[in-house]
């Protein structure tokens, strides 16, 4: 901060203090760092941080728009305020300011939240590793055997869905022998063909 200059513009209610802000912000390379009230006569201080032409002109372009809302009560450019000062501009009652806090301490949470789960899970292993222990089992085996098992299962389930549906299957008619000569199933002769179709020709010519 000891760098950059500060400029201060106290108006006379909070509208025309978000005006001041708005145009001061817009008006040149500046950082808002929030407002402050004051206990009485309901005035408002803006605080602007930035280099000091920057801030300068910010000042000068936000108390000519305040003005045409409400009343300007003061304004101050300080070009390079002490260290010591930081303990009035960072003040507690800088609205602004909270924000910043909160989420440092919102990220701070989170980081000890993360912790506690990681300690959580590296708890859950310290117990699967220490039962393996007491069994002289391997954590990797004991992992592993449950899906061996479970495709063991689904292997003879296979075997005797196929075994059911060949028993199940109907068996195929036997066929009428239709040959008067030879009396074969087999044979395509019918009574009244010749008899060089019969299978057993031959033998029966024979």
């Keep these: ?89 960072y003040s507690s009652e800088t609205v602004g300011m909270e924000k910043e806090e909160s989420t440092v301490e919102t990220a701070a949470n989170e980081e000890t939240a993360d912790e506690t789960e990681k300690k959580k899970l590296s708890e859950a292993v310290d117990v699967v590793e220490e039962e393996s222990i007491a069994t002289n089992e391997p954590v990797q085996e004991i992992v592993e055997e449950a899906p061996i098992i479970e495709e063991e299962n689904e292997v003879g389930d296979e075997e005797e869905k196929k075994k059911e549906q060949l028993n199940s299957a109907p068996e195929k008619p036997s066929r009428k022998a239709t040959c008067n000569l030879c009396h074969d199933p087999e044979c395509i002769r019918r009574k009244g063909d010749i008899r060089s179709i019969c299978l057993h020709y031959s033998s029966t010519k024979k």
């Design 1 to 89: 901060m000891s760098r950059l200059a500060l400029g201060l513009i106290e108006t006379v209610g909070l509208a025309a203090a978000v005006e001041a802000a708005d145009t001061a912000v817009k008006s040149a390379n500046v950082v808002l760092l929030g407002y402050e009230l004051t206990k009485g006569d309901g005035m408002v201080t803006i605080k602007l941080a930035g280099d000091v032409g920057a801030v300068k002109a910010a000042v000068e372009a936000g108390v000519a728009a305040a003005s045409k809302v409400s009343t300007v009560y003061s304004k101050q450019i300080i070009p390079r305020p002490h260290e010591e000062l930081e303990k009035l501009i």
